[in-house]
């Protein structure tokens, strides 16, 4: 942002060092104040302008800097923006030159939009894990986190994330969880210990007072009363808002509060939603876990208030606040990245295993082989009475070992049904 020009230059953040940013504006880095930077403007469609509103327009000759200007007039397509910072000067703009003024409608922060925080990998081989699958975990937790940048230190066993506080907090489960599965995986092939962190969340603060409203279905109002009121006045006292009404007709829920701050914090605590997803059969048993471990860590972990599988419609139900069903969705999804990989070490365990059992049989039958050849020689050794009986008895040892033989193997496939 420039205060004199009053003009808006995008950028990337690269760094942040106490109040400061380090911004690649395209011609190099600038460490600047954190006042002077402001969250992308979000896309918007073609609208009019009224004469006399403030919008931002990007000047012919500089179109990656857009500049606040007031709307002197609007014909046929065409406004006439006149520049309010210090270039001073009008120009003739159409769609999409020009965009609503974001900076004017955003609510102002009493405090940096962004924050750097550093996630430690405590086990070295999890972090050469994440160094050599950097763009899958990447691609992974900056599309579901919202961070703005996520990096694997290449020497030191961390992880650094910029970005807002929330989007940090969700980055810092997501990492978790996939160091979790790499140490899984590490278990399988050798006992490897699995990655452990907590999770911190803290919401940003907003200054600007609001009256807020949002509907919520008919089935869930008692979710958000809870028992004789009692979610509704929690929900007031911890977040410090004025009023909070539920009004069943809507349905809605409205609060009243002294601050942005507040408003937000009522709904995210009131603000509950059902969804359904649907889920593979085969898909089902792995994401409840054995014991139902899996659904249990989930719940923790998202603090969803209602997780459930309906196998009739093939659907995983989940109810709770929005966040806790968004981060129970980005859970399930990256739970179930790591199925097929899981089923794959099962099969080959299984195949040693068979592979094993049968080297185990050819051993045990060698001896019973050789009692039985044994056997039949010492019967010829004999007189001829004796021989005929030798070879009696020897055709009963080959006899018998064989049944020694056939035992074993009984045995063997009873041990395999067993396994």
């Avoid at 999409?96 to 430690?120: D, G, I, N, T």
């Avoid at 020497?155 to 650094?160: E, G, L, M, S, T």
């Amino acid at each position: 942002v420039d205060d004199k020009a009053l003009s808006y230059t995008p950028g990337t953040l690269k760094d942040i060092r106490q109040s400061k940013y380090l911004i690649d504006l395209g011609g190099g880095d600038q460490w600047v104040d954190w006042q002077r930077v402001r969250e992308a403007a979000p896309p918007c469609t073609e609208f009019i302008p009224q004469p006399d509103s403030i919008i931002e327009v990007r000047k012919a000759g500089a179109e990656e800097v857009w500049f606040e200007a007031k709307v002197k007039s609007v014909k046929g397509g065409y406004t006439v923006a006149v520049f309010l910072g210090s270039g001073g000067g009008e120009e003739i703009v159409e769609w999409p030159h020009f965009r609503p003024a974001y900076s004017r409608v955003a609510p102002a922060r009493s405090r940096p939009p962004f924050v750097k925080q550093v996630f430690q990998l405590t086990d070295s081989r999890v972090h050469e894990w994440f160094k050599a699958n950097e763009q899958r975990v990447v691609s992974d937790v900056v599309s579901k986190s919202k961070v703005l940048a996520f990096e694997v230190d290449r020497d030191v066993h961390q992880i650094k994330l910029l970005g807002a506080e929330k989007a940090c907090a969700t980055a810092k489960m997501l990492i978790e969880l996939h160091g979790k599965h790499v140490g899984d995986m590490a278990r399988v092939h050798s006992e490897r210990e699995q990655l452990s962190a907590k999770l911190q969340h803290e919401r940003e603060r907003l200054t600007a007072s609001f009256r807020l409203e949002f509907p919520v279905d008919k089935e869930l109002i008692g979710l958000v009363v809870g028992k004789g009121g009692a979610t509704v006045r929690s929900a007031q006292k911890a977040a410090g808002v004025d009023k909070v009404e539920v009004d069943p007709d809507g349905p809605r829920v409205v609060i009243v509060g002294p601050s942005q701050e507040s408003i937000e914090a009522a709904r995210e605590l009131l603000e509950f939603v059902s969804r359904r997803v649907p889920v593979e059969q085969e898909q089902i048993g792995w994401l409840i876990g054995k014991g139902g471990r899996t659904f249990k860590e989930l719940q923790e972990k998202t603090q969803v208030t209602r997780l459930s599988i309906d196998k009739a419609a093939g659907q995983v139900v989940l109810v709770g606040t929005r966040t806790a069903v968004d981060s129970a969705l980005a859970y399930m999804d990256t739970h179930l990245q790591y199925l097929s990989e899981f089923e794959h070490e099962a099969r080959e365990s299984e195949r040693l295993r068979r592979e094993l059992r049968g080297i185990t049989l050819q051993e045990d039958d060698e001896p019973a082989a050789q009692s039985a050849r044994g056997k039949g020689r010492g019967g010829r050794g004999g007189g001829e009475s004796r021989g005929r009986g030798g070879k009696g008895g020897g055709k009963g040892g080959r006899e018998s070992a064989a049944r020694e033989a056939a035992n074993g193997t009984a045995n063997g496939n009873s041990a395999a049904q067993a396994n």
